[in-house]
C-alpha cells in the first residue's frame, strides 16, 4: 500500500517532561499573581485589562501543562493516552 | 467422522454421469502438510482443456468438514494469485457433504491446452484428539480426516496423495492398501483413475508433538494519538485446543521431566515492531511479571509466560499492550488525508484466532474515515469511544474476521482527514476550563453580598473608592519621581561651561513638564477629599513633599553649575556634592516608598 510522508509529531515527545514542568510552573506563578493582585486591590482599583491579562496567561499556561503533563503520564501509568 | 463416512460413501454410490464437461485433471499431486498445529493441504494439478471453448472457471471442491474450517484459499498458476469465491451450490451431481470454490484464471485456457496450477488451502481446528483425555504425561494422538482423491467435478486420470506427520510415530492410516508408511510420511503413490466425485474417506491417527495454542478471541485496540503515539491494546482468550488433560496436575513432574509437558505449553513468543516502547503484560488480576523482552534493531521479541502452564484443554486469558511512535505508521496522503498502515491480527507465532476483531481508534474530529482491507471477508462497523478529553466520543472502526491464521497478518490501510485545528480542541478545552475559573473568581470579587448596608460599610466602601484614586494619583508621583531622577541626572552631567549655560534651559524644560501633572494630580485630589478626608490630606501631604524635594534638585543643579563657572574640575565638583547627590537621591527614594505604602492603604 503506497505511503506518503511520514507525520511527526508537533512536539518530539522528549520534551514532554520539560515542557510539562516549566509550563505548570509558570502557570502556578502566574495564577498566584492574579490571586494576589485579587486580594490587594478593591473592586475600584482593578483594571480589568491586567486581571484578564494575567488570567488568560494563566490559564493558557496551566491548560497546556496539564496536557503535556497527560501526555507525559498517563501512558506509563494507564497505558493509554490522549 | 463417521457420518461423513457414510455419507460420502452413499453419495458415492450416486455418481452422476454428468461430469463438467470441460476439465480433465490429468495429474493431481496431493500433499497435506500436517507438521502445524493447522493443515496446510498442497494440491499441485495439470488439468486439460477438453472442452469446446477457452475456459477460464475451475472449481474446486472439499468435504465440507474441512471446508468450514478453511482460512486461506489460494489458487496458483505460477506462483500468481487467481481469483477465488465460495460456490453457493455446489456443481451439479456433487454428493452431499460437499462445498466447493470458483477459481477465476487471469487468462483464459485455450481449447485443447492444459494448465498447471496450484490449489493450496490452510485449514484449522481439523484436528481430532483421539483419545480426547489424557492424563499428564501422557503422548498427543489426534485423527485427520479428509478425502482421499482429489474431490473434483472433473475426471482424474493420474493422482497422488501424500500425508507429511511431524512424527513418525503412526498408530493407524486407512485405507491401509495402496498406503505405505515411510517416516513421518503416508504416502498413497498411485491412485489410478477415477471418476467426478470420487469419494473414499482418508483417516490418519498420529502422534502430534506440538502444542495447541488457539486463540478463541482477540480483540486489538489500536488508538492514534497525533500527539505522538500509537498505542496498541491486544485481549487474548487462549486456551490449548490439543488432548485434554485429565486426573491431576503434579507441579512437580513438570517441571522435573520433559514428559510432564507433553501437550502443554508455558509460553507465546510475538514479534513486536523494533520500536515498540512501553510494553505491558497484565490481566484481570494485575501485571503479570513472567516475561522477557528483547530489543534488537529489527524487531522486539516479547516472551510472554502464562500464569500457569496450559494443560490440554485450559484456558487462560491476559492484555498486552504497547506503544509506536507515529514514524513509519502514519502518513500523509495528498488532500490533507492521513493513512495508518498496521498489522490486521496477531504477532504471536504459532497461534491460530477464531475471533478476530481489530478496532481502530481514531482522533476525535476525524472525517473521511475509508479502510482498505486484504481481504474481502473482513466485517466492517462503528464504534464510539470515550476517553480522555473527549466531548463527543472517538470514531472507532470496528474489523471482524474469523478463523485467521498468521500468514494472514497482513497490513491494512484507514484513510482518514485530521485537521491541525482538530487537534487543538484538546488543549483549548483545558485553557478554557482554566479561563472559566479565573473569570469566575474575577466575577466574584466584583460582587458585594453585604446584607445590611450600614454607615460602616459606607465608610469602607468611600475609603475603598478613595484608596483606588490614589492609586491613579501613584501613576503622577512617579512621573514626578522620574522628573526628580533625571534632574538629579542633569546636576551630575554638567562638566563644563557650556553644559552650565545650558542646564538653567533644561530645568526649565523639566519643570514645565511637571506643571500638567499638577494640574491633573489636583482634579484627582479633590476627588478623594469628597470620599475621604484624612486619606486626601496624607496625600496632600506627600505632594507637597514633591515640591521641596524640587526645590533641593534645582539648588543641587545651580551649586554644580556655580562650581564649574568657577573653573573647578568636573570631578572635583562632583566628590564635593557628593554628600547632597547621595541624600537627594535617598530621600527620592524614600518619598517614593511613602507613596506606595499610602496607595496600599
Redesign the interface.
Known sequence: ?E???????????AMYPLLATVLLTV?IVA?AL??LY?V???????KIAF?GLL??S???A???G??FL??WL???LF???? | MSRLCTVLVLAACLVASAAAADFVVENASRRINLKNTWAKAIDTLKAKNTGDSDLSNFVVCYPESIASRIAVLKVLIKKEKQEVAPLQQAPQGAPAGVSCYQATFKSAVKKGATVDLDVVATVTGVFKPNPAKIAQGEKQYVEYYDNLYLLSPYEVTEQSSTVLLPTSDVRSFSPQDGGSKSGSKVSYAALGKQGPWAVQQLKVHFHHDKPFKRVNSLVREI?V?????I?V?ETYEIQNAGSQHTGKFSRLTYAHSPDGKTNSFPDVKAHLPAAAH?L?YKDIIGNISSSDTTHTSRETLIEVRLRYPLMGGWKTDFTL?Y?V????F?????KGK??L?MDLSTSFDDVWVEQLTTRVVLPEGAKHIKA?LPFADIQQSWDKKF???DTAGRPVLVLSKSNVVPEQNK?F?VDYSFT?TG?MR???L??????A???A??LY??L?FTITRDEKWQEGQAH??A??LI?SLTEYWDREADVLDRLVRLAHSISNRPSADAAPASRQALEAELRPLDEQSKALLSQVEALSPKLAAAARNHGDKSKMLLGRAAKLLSDKSDLIKKDVAAHEASAKLAGATRQLEEAIREWVDEGAKLA?G
Open positions: 500500500m505511503a506518503g510522508a511520514p507525520v511527526h509529531p508537533p512536539v518530539p515527545m502557570g495564577a492574579f490571586f485579587q490587594t486591590t478593591t473592586r475600584y482599583s482593578r486581571e488570567g488568560l494563566a490559564s493558557v496551566l491548560g497546556l496539564t496536557l497527560l501526555l498517563a501512558a506509563p497505558g493509554s493516552v490522549p | 488508538e494519538s497525533h500527539w505522538g503515539n498505542y491494546e512501553s505491558y499492550g506503544s511512535p507515529l514514524e513509519g502514519l502518513y500523509r496522503r495528498p492521513l493513512r498502515l482498505t476517553t480522555y478529553l497490513p490501510a491541525f487537534m484538546e488543549p483549548l483545558l485553557i478554557s476550563v482554566f479561563a475559573f479565573f473569570a473568581v474575577a470579587n466584583r458585594d475603598d473608592k484608596l483606588g492609586q496600599q
